[in-house]
């Protein structure tokens, strides 16, 4: 399987709102409890790409998974952190697309001047049908670090879940940093050879009403 990385439009919503439905039905990977409406998705796509960069892995025309970032916080002074999430299609773990999708939004975060990565990903006391710890393995895979524990901050399918946050440091922490530019990633046309990933597990989640 060969697939692309690209920057994604509101025009993908629905494709992308297929991807994450599963994951809200049927998971504790996010913690949002309703699917949200296509005219939702949509918004939220709209939103984000206004200022962070938004990724999809497409092969002909189908999209597998996809990443973003969002702020880490709203506040001027931590415009040089950003918060990760990635979702991939439930068919197609395993095959490098996380890796692919990561390493895109990394290098071009770093171009725009971020300097933390964040991943806020639910974790549970032991696994269970809903939630794993794959998650917390494919970001010490990729190069986060825990950084802090929440614990029964959550509860969805009658059980409560932990919540861990996760650093990654890609820049340097000058005195006085250059003001973050935002907005979508100049990407050049590139055809990508899925292949497995260790440590490639399932995505990070968004916790409810993020």
Known sequence: M?????NVTPDDAESLLSIYKPYVLNTAITFEYQVPSSAEFKSRISQTIKKYPYLCAEDNGKILGYAYASAFKERAAYQWSVELSIYIDKDFHGQGLGRSLYESLESGLKKMGIINLYACIAYPEKEDEYLSNNSVDFHSHMGFRKVGDFKNC?????RWYHMTWMEKIIGEHKKNPEEVKGGSLPLAPTSLVATPSAGEG???????GK
Not at 2 to 6: A, C, S, T, V
Not at 154 to 158: I, Q, V
Not at 202 to 208: A, D, S, V, W
């Open 154 to 158: 959550a509860a969805k399918f009658g």
């Open 2 to 6: 060969n697939f692309k990385i690209r």
């Open 202 to 208: 399932n995505p990070p989640q968004r916790p409810l």
